[in-house]
């Protein structure tokens, strides 16, 4: 039995990788530049490649490396012939030497090579190092490699190659030679990808290869490789239908439906859609990349087409998905947080929001660790009450909570502002005239409750000092949202964390649930001499934020 060595399968990016200047796609500037140094014997002896991934740094290195050394020039190109260029292409000389500087970048491996630069090419005309990746070096190794840089041996050519010229020391860069390589564009990258398929007698939708060199964003390198695994799953024709499936995307109707229940408010339709996506084995981050493309394609034709009414719904999902964090691991992850992108603040509707108490508000046992008391009046004054203003003044120290009127009681007669009242507050322009007039109303019955409040909460020791120091200054629905000075906006850290407690004191008084939201505003607090509760907490706060940096401090007499 006669036994044949199977010739091994090489990646399609390094099989067509470009071995001439002629070869390169995309780069004109640069390979010109190239050319003519080339031509006229000009080429630094440091040279820096820069660009994104994949669009043939490395490539061009090498074929600069070939030119210096190639005995039959065309045209500053070289010939891809010659016994130079054969062995800079197969990696048979040792006058050519690649660094991957990722994995070499301490000291000791710069001090090798520096070790061998004073030693003469022994099968080339001049000798090249290549540092790929260059900007990973250590600073020692920089400093250690500075001075061959500057001046190296008369027949030693150095060429870097990185994706961030910004981790170069200044002093480097001021030596080098710097050439910037662009993206590619989708049509190059077709190019190219047809033009493989045809030499390989392989057949594709142009479809299915738009998306390959669309997916690749502008690199090369990444639209081969894709191209390598479709040519190895499909046996005959490639579909649009197998780069979906190989990449894991979703389909362009599901990507739309998803990004119309994203404008539209429509969560139940946007929940179903990723569902369906989830059993199909759709990758959401990917979903994610789709949608914000789809997102910026239709706010540019929105512009084009002058479609003012629709922009300002399609900038707002835009803006929800750029909130989102796909890395995030974290409780729910990537799912919840396209699940929370598709509610607006109208998306559930009236249903959805908890419906106000008419009449006398009960006050309710507050569970652990909030423990109940008997709700004791607590006084105010002009100076306490929040900026904020509202349509009706709240009393001064009720007791309990006082009746709220009923929707359908007359309106009073709009009565002169007295001095020590707030004015009412404006409301947006856009707010519609019932939702402003339920918000204000609700956020009267929240000042009036406001003393109950803040006595049963100040029953929790920790909870004092937080709910002393705040004040309500709007609600939306069944959410609340509390002020805390500028000058102490630590607090409002401390309550975030205890804002399941506040939450409880708030709808046991009220009479039902609400939500907290804490923020720093510049609200105007009552004077009062500080409590020994108060002193504690304060001071373990600072304790907390500055743990090391406090010092000792002695009193002044």
Not at 181 to 187: F, I, Q
Not at 398 to 416: R, T, W
């Amino acid at each position: 039995m006669v036994v044949t060595d199977a010739v091994p399968h090489q990646a399609l990016y390094r099989r067509w990788r470009a071995q001439t200047f002629a070869q390169i796609i995309g780069q004109d500037a640069v390979v010109q530049t190239l050319r003519n140094a080339v031509r006229a014997d000009r080429v630094s002896h440091a040279v820096l490649f820069v660009g994104p991934r994949g669009t043939g740094k490395t490539s061009l290195a090498r074929i600069l490396a070939k030119a210096l050394n190639c005995t039959d020039l065309n045209d500053g190109d070289a010939c891809d012939r010659c016994d130079a260029c054969v062995s800079i292409r197969e990696g048979t000389t040792l006058d050519l030497v690649e660094i991957d500087a990722a994995s070499n970048r301490g000291i000791e491996a710069v001090r090798e090579l520096r070790e061998r630069l004073p030693y003469p090419p022994g099968q080339l005309r001049r000798k090249v190092y290549i540092l790929d990746e260059a900007h990973q070096l250590t600073k020692d190794a920089w400093n250690a490699l500075l001075k061959s840089i500057e001046e190296p041996p008369p027949f030693v050519n150095f060429m870097f190659a990185s994706t961030e010229p910004s981790g170069f020391p200044a002093a480097i860069l001021s030596r080098l030679q710097r050439y910037d390589v662009r993206r590619l564009t989708v049509a190059e990258i077709e190019g190219k990808l047809t033009h493989i398929l045809t030499s390989d007698a392989r057949d594709a939708e142009p479809a299915a290869v738009h998306l390959i060199a669309r997916l690749a964003a502008g690199g090369m390198r990444d639209a081969e490789s894709m191209l390598d695994q479709l040519l190895s799953a499909a046996p005959e024709r490639i579909t649009e239908g197998n780069v979906r499936d190989l990449l894991g995307l979703a389909d362009a109707e599901a990507v739309d439906s998803f990004v119309t229940a994203l404008i539209t408010g429509d969560p139940a339709a946007g929940i179903g859609l990723l569902d369906a996506l989830e059993e199909r084995g759709r990758d959401p981050r990917t979903l994610l990349d789709q949608a914000v493309e789809v997102l910026r394609a239709r706010l540019i034709a929105g512009l084009l087409a002058h479609a003012d009414a629709e922009l300002p719904a399609i900038a707002e999902a835009a803006r929800r998905l750029a909130a989102i964090d796909p890395t995030r691991s974290g409780i729910g992850g990537l799912r919840l947080q396209l699940e929370l992108a598709l509610f607006t603040i109208g998306s559930a509707g009236a249903a959805g929001r908890p419906e106000r108490q008419s009449g006398p508000l009960p006050t309710a046992h507050v569970p652990n660790p909030v423990v109940a008391a008997d709700v004791k009046p607590v006084a105010t004054s002009p100076a306490t009450r929040p900026r904020t203003a509202v349509s009706t003044p709240a009393p001064r120290a009720p007791a309990l909570a006082p009746e709220v009127p009923a929707p359908d009681a007359p309106d009073q007669p709009d009565q002169p502002a007295k001095p020590d009242q707030p004015t009412e507050r404006a409301a947006p322009a856009d707010t519609p005239p019932a939702t402003r007039a339920a918000d204000d109303s609700a956020l009267a019955e929240l000042l009036a409750a406001w003393p109950a409040i803040v006595s049963q909460l100040s029953e929790n020791p920790p909870t004092k000092p937080l709910i002393t120091r705040c004040r309500p200054v709007a609600i939306d629905g069944s959410v609340v949202t509390l002020g805390f000075p500028e000058e102490q906006a630590f607090l409002k850290d401390a309550a975030e964390r205890r804002k399941g407690i506040i939450e409880a004191g708030i709808g046991a008084v009220l009479g039902r649930e609400v939500g907290v939201r804490c923020v720093v505003a510049n609200v105007e607090l009552a004077e009062s001499a500080p409590t020994q509760e108060d002193a504690a907490f304060v001071l373990a706060e600072a304790r907390r934020i500055f743990a090391d940096d406090l010092i000792d401090v002695d009193e002044i007499d």
